[in-house]
């Protein structure tokens, strides 16, 4: 008999299949070369019980593999199907007793008891049979948790029950900015458990250009936070995605921001990292770390590395970072020459303008504009600029020390270029 | 550090406690189509036997049905990692749309006993929009808050709206949904609007609204689904992904928004197909040319619109610097 389980204890396992449907939806069984057949198809299974809706499952490669996918237009959603692997947390039969009748003897805002009174209540009221050991410990973890508050009196510990949602004012509005937050909003799986503790539903609000799978990474992102809040060095186990195999990377640093691509899908944790001789910024994806651990280092020097930050952010188009000490050469100026007409096509100007990152933009002759900036990878710019396709009158990359010019950079201009030349090739654009 | 993966949000909690608020007796039938309705696809194989051998000893059982002892279910209490959400997102600077200053303040304080559980600038959004809506404008928050209520009791509302043009027109419009873009960092209200021969669809952006007063006419309509639903069929494009440069990892995510069926038809090459909505083909198509070479439209009759707007572009470009 199988002994196949729709909730799990670790979700780790979970995570990565669920996110290799979803992103790569075309992978079968062979393609999961490091795990056993059972393993593959339980998790498969449990994937088609959690999201049978969005679940689409078909053969490839003339019928030989059968594949399953994730189907999710996003932009028609009420909120985000991937919050539902979240709510799959197994559990005792005990745990789930005393869940409903601990909670029901604190229902009165005002009753506090100790372990021993609720132990003797649950058999009183419930007839349930519990010992106090357990009823104590249970408590306890509630209070860490937060759903109950823990006082003492005397030698008696008393637990009575945390702020309940009704209990707070204009619940009604509030209801309202959790239906929306909970889509868009970094770890909105957390507004989603509110929502779901009254089976509300958002009708009103959608989200474009979000992405489902960030959920994916929301414990890390948890612990990412912490760590910035409280300046803690954290070590983090890095995984690139495609080579799951491979123990990865061990990389140290101090969290200090989370980087957000609303274009890409990507998020980032930006790490100071030290060594005896340097220090610099290093972004790390969120959804390839696969372990954290908040080591007990903390960073005496935070507002400093943060001012730093700032500063080197500047230089930054997406996520790579220049040495703290620029050195000869370090740094890219990038001048783009677009073609717009002014009359009919205001919005490319401004597109320069709003999506540019704080470059400059000129108009230097009619119907032409340059766009400059500086930055550590101008190659980071290039999917940007071929959406000018079609207007890119000239496109230069000079390299720089930040202050001056040291000469044009022609290897990444030509596989600028060079990468033009493939595509007229394979439109078959002749002149 | 709190646990985002524990039990008490467990969707097999949530659905115990609908049971345990039900008032009189529960059938077996009652309890199959509660697990059914709101559990996962075999919720019925794991937690329906122990809901009906009474396990968890939550219910009084007689003749073949159950009482809940535990009248009214329970109301949880918030947990820390909620209330520090809230706290969170209530110092977004879009929380003043839904809630009056006082109210956000009392809130507030009665989360005092815990820290946010971020900051917003904990979080840098580098290519995100520079020019987002201003959520601080009082006339930009009367109209947010207007449609909203026009969207809870089904009203129509006037609305003089200002087109990119610069012409303003008068509109009558029966709000839907409010859609939030997160890379361009707006609102949009999805509507419709009704004339003698047919039911015309509406997506306004909020910033560019100079009047909205709710309308005391009757709405004609019935609620209907959203209308990019109702009226427009998807649109589809065929790509080719190369999987070099970590292509096909690349455009699975950013085309995350879209509905899309992927498969593999040779050793590093897949073939996409992507559904959207003809109001976003200009930007479909500027996110296929960023990918450069990796990405291809297919050369099929199916892509012969969208395979003409890249050539054009591509000519365009051979033409301006060769």
């Known amino acids: 008999m199988s002994d196949f389980q729709e909730l799990i204890k670790n979700i780790d396992k979970c995570r990565d299949y669920v996110r290799d449907f979803f992103v790569y939806g075309f992978k079968s069984r062979s393609d ?32 030989k593999s059968k594949n399953i996918s994730l189907q999710i237009d996003q932009k028609k959603l009420d909120t985000n199907p991937l919050f539902r692997v979240w709510q799959t947390k197994s559990f005792t039969d005990r745990d789930l ?28 009221e419930y007839g349930y049979e519990a010992d106090l050991q357990i009823v104590r410990r249970k ?8 759903l109950l508050t823990v006082k003492k009196e005397g030698k008696s510990v008393l637990y009575s029950r945390g702020i309940r949602y009704e209990e707070l ?7 309202d900015l959790i239906r929306c937050f909970q889509m868009d909003m970094p770890l909105g ?23 489902p799978t960030f959920t994916l990474e929301d414990e890390i992102l948890l612990a990412m936070l912490d760590a910035i809040q409280e300046s803690k060095k954290a070590e983090v186990r890095v995984q690139n995605n495609r080579h799951m195999e491979a123990e ?23 790490l100071y990292m030290e060594s005896k001789r340097s220090a610099h910024f290093e972004c790390v994806r969120l959804d390839q770390i696969k372990e954290v651990m908040i080591l007990p280092d903390t960073d005496s020097n935070s507002a400093e590395h943060r001012q730093q930050l700032e500063a080197a952010r500047e230089s930054v188009w997406g996520v790579s970072f220049a040495p703290l000490i620029p050195g000869k050469g370090s740094m890219q100026k990038l001048i783009l020459t677009i073609h717009a007409d002014e009359r009919t096509e205001p919005y490319i100007v401004k597109r320069l303008q709003r999506e540019g990152e704080g470059g400059s933009v000129e108009r230097i002759a009619p119907d032409t504009f340059r766009f400059e900036k500086t930055v550590k990878d101008a190659m980071e710019m290039f999917p940007w600029i071929r959406s000018f396709t079609g207007r890119i009158a000239e496109m230069e990359i000079y390299d720089t020390d930040g202050e001056q010019l040291l000469g044009r950079n022609a290897r990444l201009e ?10 007229y090739q394979k439109y078959g654009i002749e002149i | 550090m709190e646990r985002l993966f524990s039990e008490i949000y ?88 839904f809630l009056e200053e006082d109210h956000r303040q009392a809130l507030d304080e009665m989360l005092n006993d815990v820290t946010p559980l971020f900051h917003y600038e904990d979080f840098y959004r580098f290519d995100r929009f520079s020019d987002g809506d201003d959520y601080a404008d009082a006339g930009y928050r009367a109209h947010f808050r207007k449609i909203l209520q026009a969207i809870h009791n089904e009203q129509q509302v006037r609305i003089r709206y200002e087109a990119r043009t610069g012409r303003t027109t008068n509109l009558l419009v029966k709000p839907l949904q409010l859609e939030y873009s997160a890379k361009n960092d707006c609102f949009r209200l999805l509507g419709c609007s009704e004339t003698k021969t047919r039911l015309r669809r509406h997506t306004l952006r909020l910033s560019r609204m100079r009047n909205v007063t709710i309308a005391n006419e009757e709405t004609q309509a019935e609620r209907k689904e959203p209308p990019v639903k109702a009226e427009m069929p998807p649109q589809k494009v065929t790509l080719l992904i190369r999987d070099s440069r970590n292509a096909m990892e690349r455009t699975m995510l950013q085309f995350a928004d879209y509905r899309k069926n992927t498969c593999r038809i040779g050793d590093d090459l897949y073939r996409c197909e992507i559904f959207y909505d003809k109001d976003d083909e200009t930007e479909l198509l500027i996110e296929i040319l960023s990918f450069g070479p990796v990405l291809e439209v297919v050369d099929e009759p199916e892509n012969e619109r969208f395979l003409g707007l890249i050539r054009e572009r591509l000519q365009k470009q051979r033409l301006l610097k060769n």
């Not at chain 2, 009189?24 to 794991?46: A, P, W, Y």
């Open chain 1, 97 to 124: 007793s005393l869940h409903f009748f601990l909670l029901k003897l604190l229902e009165d805002g005002q009753a506090a008891y100790s372990a021993s009174e609720l132990t003797d209540l649950l058999m009183d």
């Open chain 2, 10 to 97: 467990n969707r097999y909690f949530g659905i115990v406690n609908l049971l345990l608020t039900k008032k009189g007796n529960i059938s077996r039938k009652m309890l199959q189509d509660t697990v059914q309705k709101h559990g996962f696809g075999e919720s019925l194989l794991f937690l329906l036997p122990k809901l009906s051998a009474n396990e968890w000893e939550l219910f009084e059982e007689q003749d073949g049905a159950y009482r809940s002892k535990i009248r009214g279910g329970v109301k949880q209490p918030l947990s820390r990692l909620q209330k520090r959400w809230l706290k969170a997102v209530l110092a977004d600077p879009r929380a003043g749309l």
């Open chain 1, 189 to 211: 799986v957390v507004g989603d458990t509110i929502l779901s503790a009254r089976f509300e539903k958002n009708e009103i609000f959608r989200v474009k250009h979000g992405f």
């Open chain 1, 32 to 63: 999961f070369p490091g795990k056993s057949a059972r393993t593959y198809d339980d998790e498969r299974r449990r994937i088609i019980s959690w999201l049978p809706e969005y679940v689409r499952e078909d053969y490839n490669e003339g019928g």
């Open chain 1, 139 to 146: 408590c306890n973890e509630y209070a860490e948790e937060g």
């Open chain 1, 248 to 270: 990865g990377q061990r990389k140290r640093g101090y969290p200090m921001q989370i980087f957000v691509s609303q274009r890409s899908g990507r998020r980032f944790v930006c």
């Open chain 1, 169 to 175: 004012p204009a619940t009604e509005e509030l209801s």
């Open chain 1, 414 to 423: 030509r596989i600028f270029f060079s990468d033009l030349e493939k595509m």
